[in-house]
């Protein structure tokens, strides 16, 4: 049998989350072929590999990454090359001068802050040092990665810049989904009767609700940073606020869903194992289950609500009493346990943590219906590929003067 949880994502599976199938190997494999052909019409080198290679590591999903990883990689040979150019004017290749260009390679790759792209320092060093510093030869290779790292971010601009906006709003309708499914579910089984097993058991679903909301986390960023540097990034701006709103108050009905089904296992701990199936009223059980209900109808009416760039006047009203009915099923819950706890003082503190988690799953819910009052807009490229760039550029300008005032000596 298929996994229930399977079902309900293989139909995005399939789809591959709104991508062109084959279109990201299509311009990688097109920034590979043209980054050859440029640094073979330039002759940078015999063999310009360095150049396809660079574009294969460039090509991101997004405009952003591809121009912050092409920006790094370029940085990070620049400086391996000005390491090994350095020390190759002083001593040749040998086993301490390898260690010596190594550990001032990466030294320096950690001043720039170059991340992933760290070790490219002290490769390209031991490369360009094996050729005892060839001017030629460095001079190739970060030519080579420029071209490669140019093509890269070309490529991924002309064609089809890629905006994951729809990925993003069909994750989070898969979370609300099972949300919703979750409290419908649950609630049928707390009419059905109750138990310590059962408790037990929908608490583990809701700790697995855990994945979802990461994954939602994860589209969602990846949809903001496709915004980034990107034509295009105007719709994803406009959607970005409700969408990173609904987002935060779903991840804060997940807490609520958690704590509410410890606070329903906690109970069943304070009774004898025999008693476990009456250890909430029928009553109690049943006004618990009909505001459940009510929260899967509002959470479902939300999601209609924020998918919408400009939700439909019924869906608004329709929210609005679904919202009304939640906090007086609220009501109810909350008289039933306070007439039960008066007959029973030590369920106070059993009471109280179910009152508080369905207080706060309620909040949650309205809080995911409203809409946002500020626009959003990607942040700045990061101060440390800027920061990186015009150290490099700086270093670069100091090994100038210093050759020139040397031809001068």
């Excluded at 293989?10 to 050859?36: C, I, M, W, Y």
């Excluded at 294969?56 to 150019?85: F, H, K, P």
């Excluded at 001068?97 to 001043?111: C, D, E, P, R, T």
């Excluded at 064609?159 to 906006?165: A, Q, R």
Aim: glycine residues 6%; positive net charge.
């Amino acid at each position: 049998m298929v996994p229930r949880r399977l079902t309900h994502r293989l139909p995005a599976l399939l789809a591959r989350r709104g991508r062109v199938p084959g279109l990201q190997t299509a311009k990688t494999t097109l920034a590979a072929v043209l980054s050859f052909l440029v640094a073979e019409w330039l002759r940078t080198s015999e063999q310009p590999v360095l150049a396809p290679l660079t574009a294969l590591l460039v090509v991101q999903l997004t405009t952003y990454r591809t121009v912050a990883q092409g920006l790094e990689r370029v940085v990070s040979v620049v400086a391996g090359v000005l390491v090994a150019v350095a020390v190759a004017a002083i001593v040749g290749l040998s086993w301490w001068s390898l260690g010596a260009v190594v550990a001032l390679s990466l030294i320096v790759g950690q001043l720039l802050r170059l991340g992933p792209q760290l070790l490219e320092v002290p490769i390209s060093a031991m490369l360009v040092l094996a050729v005892g510093g060839a001017e030629n030869a460095a001079a190739g290779r970060v030519y080579e990665t420029v071209i490669g790292a140019v093509i890269g971010v070309a490529v991924n601009l002309v064609v089809v810049p890629p905006l994951y906006l729809q990925p993003a709003g069909e994750a989070l309708g898969e979370l609300a989904g099972r949300m919703e499914r979750f409290l419908r579910d649950m609630a049928r089984e707390l009419l059905a009767g109750w138990s310590r097993a059962a408790a037990d058991r929908w608490l583990n679903e809701a700790r697995a609700l855990t994945t979802d909301v990461s994954r939602v986390e994860e589209m969602l960023t990846r949809a903001e940073e496709s915004a980034r540097l990107n034509p295009r990034g105007a719709v994803v701006r406009e959607a970005q606020p409700r969408l990173r709103t609904a987002l935060t108050a779903f991840e804060h009905c997940y807490v609520s869903l958690r704590n509410l089904c410890r606070a329903l296992l906690d109970r069943t701990y304070f009774v004898p194992l025999e008693e476990q199936a009456t250890v909430f009223a029928l009553d109690v059980r049943t006004a618990l289950a009909e505001l459940l209900e009510a929260a899967g109808d509002a959470i479902h009416g939300v999601l209609r609500v924020v998918s919408a760039d400009e939700p439909a006047e019924e869906d608004q009203v329709r929210l609005e009493g679904q919202l009304v009915e939640l906090r007086r099923r609220r009501d109810r819950l909350s008289r039933l346990l306070i007439v039960e706890a008066a007959a029973d003082q030590a369920t106070w503190q059993q009471h109280g943590a179910l009152l508080a988690a369905v207080d706060r799953l309620r909040v949650e819910v309205e809080a995911a219906a409203r809409r946002p009052e500020t626009a959003w807009r990607p942040p700045r490229l990061r101060d440390r590929q800027r920061h990186a760039v015009r150290r490099v550029l700086d270093a670069r300008t100091r090994h100038l003067r210093g050759r020139r005032r040397d031809k001068r000596s």
